[in-house]
């Protein structure tokens, strides 16, 4: 430990490294960076950030909270290995939810134990004496959304990460990085695979590296949304302005294609996004009750048609993009455009 700190007051003040300490410092720097990039985004996203120094905040001097938060998007990391036989248990929907299955992001806590000792799951109630769970989850899930948005941008998929946070729960704080999430990568460079399936380090440098890959087109657009939305309106203009062809078929076709849009319902999202890589969801607010009869009633829909469609449930938390109601379908175009050249 004395020669680590003397090398490190060595290294600050002259800049050279060597041996097996070289890489260390190599490493830091790698993560400095991707943490740097990470929080900047975050940040430039409305999601506040900070460092931390002696367990406090240092961006509002609040106290970091002893509690972890959890964001999972898929059978991996800590749920996959802490529950024992939890991948090969049938569920009530008679599946398994097997290593690496998706599933809907959702918060847990657990309480940072002092190593060796593992951290421990804790209920939401007792987390709450600590970190406003209620605010925490919703930071939690906004910054899960944005990551995750981000990397798929670059060939990446992000399948859960923890955060540090004040006790209020509104700010990250500490570190953003390949340490506290789970990343995959989605492309063929065998490389790059590699790298990913070795050890952390060459995984930071690997995530770092594709960030700053030119984003990729996102040319494969699922539209859903509520009754009489706009949604097909929306396609057909899409099909027009954005030079979209007219595509129907399943999703194996649909994934033999590189460019459509298609209307999909709310629920079935999920089995069309885990299928096909490269695409992105966005729904369509709807508009009020009242709007909404007199569309279905200006086109002939029948009153059982427009009771059923009305009650369906709002399942738009699980898509990549919101597009509130007020926009006129140019402005509609245009964030699209956006959303599939990755610059949204």
Not at 78 to 101: H, M, Q, V, W
Not at 199 to 224: D, F, Q
């Amino acid at each position: 430990m004395i020669f680590r700190a003397l090398l490190v007051l060595f290294t600050m003040s002259t800049g050279f490294v060597f041996g097996e300490e070289a890489a260390l410092v190599a490493v830091d720097q790698v993560q400095e960076e991707l943490n740097a990039f990470l929080c900047s985004y975050l940040h430039e996203n409305g999601i506040p950030t900070s460092g931390t120094e002696n367990g406090v905040s240092l961006e509002n001097g609040q106290r970091i909270a002893p509690v972890k938060v959890v964001v999972s998007g898929a059978m991996v990391g800590d749920i996959a290995t802490r529950y024992n036989g939890i991948g090969t248990t049938e569920c009530r929907s008679k599946e398994e939810l097997c290593l690496g299955a998706r599933l809907k992001p959702f918060v847990s806590f657990d309480w940072r134990n002092a190593k060796p000792l593992d951290n421990e799951c804790m209920p939401d109630t007792l987390a709450n004496y600590y970190i406003n769970c209620e605010q925490a989850k919703a930071t939690a899930l906004n910054a899960y959304k944005l990551l995750k948005n981000l990397f798929g941008r670059h060939g990446m998929e992000l399948q859960d990460a923890s955060f540090l946070m004040n006790e209020e729960g509104n700010t990250v704080c500490g570190e953003v990085s390949t340490y506290n999430a789970s990343i995959s990568y989605l492309g063929e460079n065998a490389t790059l695979h590699a790298a990913f399936d070795s050890t952390r380090a060459e995984r930071s440098k690997a995530v770092l590296a594709l960030l700053k890959t030119t984003p990729i087109p996102r040319n494969r657009v699922i539209i859903s949304g509520p009754y009489c939305a706009g949604k097909t309106t929306l396609i057909r203009e899409m099909e027009k302005m954005l030079d979209i062809p007219q595509m129907e078929g399943n999703c194996q076709q649909l994934a033999d294609s590189l460019k459509w849009a298609i209307e999909v319902p709310a629920k079935e999202r999920a089995s069309y996004q885990d299928s096909i890589p490269g695409t992105v969801s966005v729904y369509l607010e709807g508009p009020d009750k009242k709007t909404a009869i007199e569309r279905a009633q200006a086109r002939g829909d029948k009153k059982e048609t427009i009771e059923q469609n009305l009650s369906e449930e709002d399942m738009s938390e699980e898509f990549d993009y919101r597009l509130p109601t007020n926009l006129e379908i140019a402005e509609e175009i245009q964030l699209l455009q956006r959303i599939m050249e990755g610059t949204f």
